[in-house]
């Protein structure tokens, strides 16, 4: 039994019906985006099913591709033709809209809490964090990475001081340049800040290692997440029945360990997907469950609408060459986290919901909107027979 679980980190497809709540009635990050670029071909996910499931600005869209198509090409068959998938949305039950939030409902786990976001830290926490780790810090505030380092990135260098601050996202993040401050050394401290801000609710500490000079200072493949220890997830039944999971990308990072047999960190969108091809080929049983963070990390919080676009773009065209290698016994499900449109107003995630698209040698379904992340660790129970189902969630396996 093999299956693949990928995440498109913030590849919403429109608002949630609570986006207001969260200040993003609105937000459809791939919507958007098809707006932006009318031209974009996205074959291989349409052959799935994604335009199926995008509101009326996609499908028209697609209708236009399907038009102008030339003939025999993918686009211009019906959708599902090249592969049996099904397809299908899904909506987050949890509160929040961060990527902690969104990859633990999909693993099972429904929280009605959500975690602690700042606008600038309490200086006792603060405090405490310095005293435990020998250090003191510039900043304490909200500000996207390339900023921070912008308006503080000189003054470290100067003083050796470690940047702490933080965006709309539950993380405490600490920065510092590799030639100023080892790798090593700034893992440690964010060690000792995780130990601390377990108490606070944060959902991640980030060790955000930099180089370069000021003016062109740039963040390196180094970041390292210590995520708050997530409550029980299908991962960890998974692992108890022996059946192996192996997590790509920051995977590992954000469920603490937990559950993830091996880890296979990656340095890029690229660089993951060769990973998962990898894997597919090598290992015949298992789970690979994979994040690609490019989508978020490098164009969704930077707003970035065109770099969104060719990641997408990359994105379709590898997983064209990755389709025939999957075997009617196997299980692969393509979803996201949450949304981040880069046509949005200020840079933090947009409560949306999310694509669902599924092969398991099955004849094509529409799945509807799903009312939780989690009927995806319901269906990973089902699919690798754990002897209880899932207790949160429906299985959208047709079996």
């Given at each position: 039994?093999?299956?693949?679980?990928?995440?498109?980190?913030?590849?919403?497809?429109?608002?949630?019906?609570?986006?207001?709540?969260?200040?993003?009635?609105?937000?459809?990050?791939?919507?958007?985006?098809?707006?932006?670029?009318?031209?974009?071909?996205?074959?291989?996910?349409?052959?799935?099913?994604?335009?199926?499931?995008?509101?009326?600005?996609?499908?028209?869209?697609?209708?236009?591709?399907?038009?102008?198509?030339?003939?025999?090409?993918?686009?211009?068959?019906?959708?599902?033709?090249?592969?049996?998938?099904?397809?299908?949305?899904?909506?987050?039950?949890?509160?929040?809209?961060?990527?902690?939030?969104?990859?633990?409902?999909?693993?099972?786990?429904?929280?009605?809490?959500?975690?602690?976001?700042?606008?600038?830290?309490?200086?006792?926490?603060?405090?405490?964090?310095?005293?435990?780790?020998?250090?003191?810090?510039?900043?304490?505030?909200?500000?996207?990475?390339?900023?921070?380092?912008?308006?503080?990135?000189?003054?470290?260098?100067?003083?050796?001081?470690?940047?702490?601050?933080?965006?709309?996202?539950?993380?405490?993040?600490?920065?510092?340049?590799?030639?100023?401050?080892?790798?090593?050394?700034?893992?440690?401290?964010?060690?000792?800040?995780r130990?601390?801000?377990?108490?606070?609710?944060?959902?991640?500490?980030?060790?955000?290692?930099?180089?370069?000079?000021?003016?062109?200072?740039?963040?390196?493949?180094?970041?390292?997440?210590?995520?708050?220890?997530?409550?029980?997830?299908?991962?960890?039944?998974?692992?108890?029945?022996?059946?192996?999971?192996?997590?790509?990308?920051?995977?590992?990072?954000?469920f603490?360990?937990?559950g993830?047999?091996?880890?296979?960190?990656?340095?890029?969108?690229?660089?993951?997907?060769?990973?998962?091809?990898?894997?597919?080929?090598?290992?015949?049983?298992?789970?690979?469950?994979?994040?690609?963070?490019?989508?978020?990390?490098?164009?969704?919080?930077?707003?970035?609408?065109?770099?969104?676009?060719?990641?997408?773009?990359?994105?379709?065209e590898w997983?064209?060459?990755?389709?025939?290698?999957?075997?009617?016994?196997?299980?692969?499900?393509?979803?996201?986290?949450?949304?981040?449109?880069?046509?949005?107003?200020?840079?933090?995630?947009?409560?949306?919901?999310?694509?669902?698209?599924?092969?398991?040698?099955q004849?094509?379904?529409?799945?509807?909107?799903?009312?939780?992340?989690?009927?995806?660790?319901?269906?990973?129970?089902?699919?690798f027979?754990?002897?209880?189902?899932?207790?949160?969630?429906a299985?959208?396996?047709a079996?």
């Amino acid at each position: 039994m093999r299956a693949l679980l990928l995440v498109l980190d913030s590849v919403g497809v429109g608002e949630a019906p609570d986006a207001a709540e969260y200040g993003d009635a609105g937000a459809n990050t791939l919507g958007h985006i098809l707006e932006k670029y009318p031209d974009l071909r996205l074959p291989h996910l349409y052959s799935l099913g994604l335009g199926e499931i995008l509101d009326s600005t996609g499908r028209a869209r697609l209708r236009r591709a399907r038009q102008h198509a030339p003939p025999g090409s993918t686009e211009s068959r019906p959708t599902n033709a090249a592969v049996p998938a099904s397809f299908g949305r899904m909506r987050e039950r949890s509160a929040g809209k961060d990527t902690t939030t969104g990859h633990w409902e999909i693993a099972g786990v429904v929280l009605e809490e959500p975690f602690a976001t700042f606008e600038r830290f309490p200086a006792s926490l603060v405090r405490e964090i310095e005293r435990a780790s020998g250090v003191s810090f510039l900043g304490n505030y909200a500000r996207s990475g390339t900023e921070i380092l912008h308006e503080l990135g000189e003054e470290h260098l100067r003083t050796g001081r470690p940047i702490l601050y933080t965006s709309a996202d539950s993380v405490l993040q600490i920065a510092a340049h590799e030639k100023v401050m080892a790798v090593e050394r700034l893992y440690e401290i964010c060690r000792a800040a995780r130990a601390i801000a377990d108490r606070h609710r944060i959902g991640r500490v980030i060790a955000r290692p930099f180089l370069g000079e000021p003016g062109t200072f740039r963040r390196t493949s180094k970041r390292h997440d210590f995520s708050l220890a997530p409550p029980r997830t299908v991962l960890d039944s998974l692992g108890e029945r022996q059946i192996e999971v192996l997590g790509v990308g920051k995977i590992s990072d954000i469920f603490a360990g937990r559950g993830v047999a091996e880890s296979f960190p990656t340095a890029s969108n690229r660089d993951g997907m060769r990973r998962i091809e990898k894997l597919w080929r090598e290992r015949k049983e298992g789970l690979i469950f994979a994040n690609l963070v490019d989508f978020d990390m490098l164009f969704g919080h930077r707003r970035d609408v065109a770099g969104y676009a060719g990641a997408l773009r990359e994105f379709d065209e590898w997983l064209g060459r990755f389709l025939p290698f999957v075997q009617p016994n196997d299980l692969v499900i393509i979803t996201a986290d949450h949304g981040n449109d880069p046509t949005f107003t200020g840079t933090d995630h947009t409560r949306e919901e999310v694509p669902l698209l599924v092969l398991d040698g099955q004849t094509s379904r529409d799945l509807g909107t799903r009312r939780t992340f989690a009927d995806v660790a319901a269906t990973l129970a089902e699919f690798f027979s754990l002897p209880t189902a899932w207790p949160v969630g429906a299985s959208f396996l047709a079996r």
